[in-house]
């Protein structure tokens, strides 16, 4: 069985950290781009970031350039997103997506950026 | 960043026939676009309905397609059903970068 789970949110204060995982399993993970995309409560799905299947091309959102690094571990079957200087508008559930087409999903976790 | 643009809400009738559109603010949408479309209900993650312009999963009813109309990318939801109500994202790819718009609520009604 296909499953991307993500894990690592909580609520952080303003300027704080937190890193975000997310185990894959059910499919062969290292054959795939992966991304990470948010969703602000309310709101619609906005891409955060995305790397290539062996680590070395990655691209992110222009507000976050400079404060999040997304990873992976092939070898463990895990992306990671890891969050610097968080601010309250990063506050939202992050997905992780891979697959072919964007054929797998995640069910999120939520990020709530607050003093 | 590019933004693209959706209309906010469309409404289709049980069994009627809907047009989701997906424009760029750098011109036209073209195949290299690989333009995405995904499906998000309520308290649930998005799920892929179309890829590269027109490529269906093996989950995506039939009555969904997807194409390319005067220079947009487009879903057209043909029969509508109760169960499509929903709201409905389309990416864009832009060489790396990914950009989502701002998504239409569909309600079937």
């Known amino acids: 069985e296909v499953q991307l789970v993500e894990s690592g949110g909580g609520l952080v204060q303003p300027g704080g950290s937190l890193r975000l995982s997310c185990a894959a399993s059910?499919?062969?993970?290292?054959?795939?781009?992966a991304t990470w995309v948010r969703q602000a409560p309310g709101k619609g799905l906005e891409w955060v970031a995305n790397?290539?299947?062996?680590?070395?091309?990655?691209y992110y959102m222009d507000s976050v350039k400079g404060r999040f690094t997304i990873s992976r571990d092939n070898a463990k079957n895990s992306l990671y997103l890891q969050m610097n200087s968080l601010r309250a508008e990063d506050t939202a559930v992050y997905y992780c997506?891979?697959?072919?087409?964007?054929?797998?999903w995640g069910q999120g976790t939520l990020v709530t950026v607050s003093s | 960043q590019a933004v693209v643009t959706q209309e906010p809400s469309l409404t289709v009738s049980p069994g009627g026939t809907v047009t989701l559109t997906c424009g760029s603010s750098?011109?036209?949408?073209?195949?290299?676009?690989?333009p995405y479309w995904f499906q998000q209900k309520p308290g649930q993650a998005p799920r892929t309905l179309i890829y590269?312009?027109?490529n269906k999963h093996f989950w995506t009813p039939a009555r969904f397609s997807g194409s390319l109309l005067g220079g947009k990318a487009a879903l057209t939801l043909s029969g509508a059903q109760p169960e499509d109500e929903a709201e409905y994202y389309c990416?864009?790819?832009?060489?790396?970068?990914?950009?989502f718009g701002g998504g239409t609520k569909l309600t079937v009604l």
């Open positions: 997506e891979t697959g072919h087409y964007a054929d797998y």
């Open positions: 059910g499919f062969t993970f290292n054959a795939y781009w």
């Open positions: 790397i290539r299947q062996d680590g070395n091309e990655k």
């Open positions: 750098t011109g036209a949408v073209t195949s290299g676009h690989y």
């Open positions: 590269d312009t027109s």
């Open positions: 990416l864009l790819t832009y060489s790396g970068p990914w950009v």
